[in-house]
């Protein structure tokens, strides 16, 4: 029987961030430090795994996070603007937070704001 494990991009779309943030993380709070994240069940050729059943485990994880606390604060004035512009265009908050994240991925060259800004604009044309 295959046994299933959640990766780096699994966790990231569970919580609703980008697997960079969920890599950022695991190098910023590494075993040993004052908020480790949750070590993985399993790794293979490197990549870690958690089990389904730790998703709450991490979320507890993330709520405790020093500064901003659960849930991020306010979104910057980019993101409410790029929320409101997809709202506009047809998309739902998770569809367009889901678009932001693969954007972001996909173009590490570039702030969130910067592309905020270029998703607007491109809509407008």
């Known amino acids: 029987m295959t046994e299933r494990f959640l990766g780096v991009l699994g966790i990231g779309e569970a919580l609703g ?24 069940d399993v790794e293979i050729d490197g990549a870690p795994g ?8 991490i979320v507890r994880w993330r709520e405790g996070l020093p500064g901003r606390g659960a849930g991020g604060g306010r ?28 954007f972001t991925e996909e173009f590490p060259e570039m702030t969130e704001p910067e592309i905020c800004a270029w998703l607007i604009e491109s809509w407008r044309r």
């Open 50 to 57: 958690w089990r389904p059943d730790r998703l709450d485990e």
């Open 75 to 102: 979104p910057s004035a980019a993101r409410q603007d790029y929320l409101k512009a997809a709202v506009e265009r047809g998309l739902d908050r998770d569809e367009a937070l889901r678009a932001l994240a693969t």
């Open 17 to 40: 961030v980008s697997r960079h943030a969920v890599h950022k993380w695991r190098a910023r709070y590494p075993a040993g430090s004052a908020h480790p994240f949750p070590d993985p």
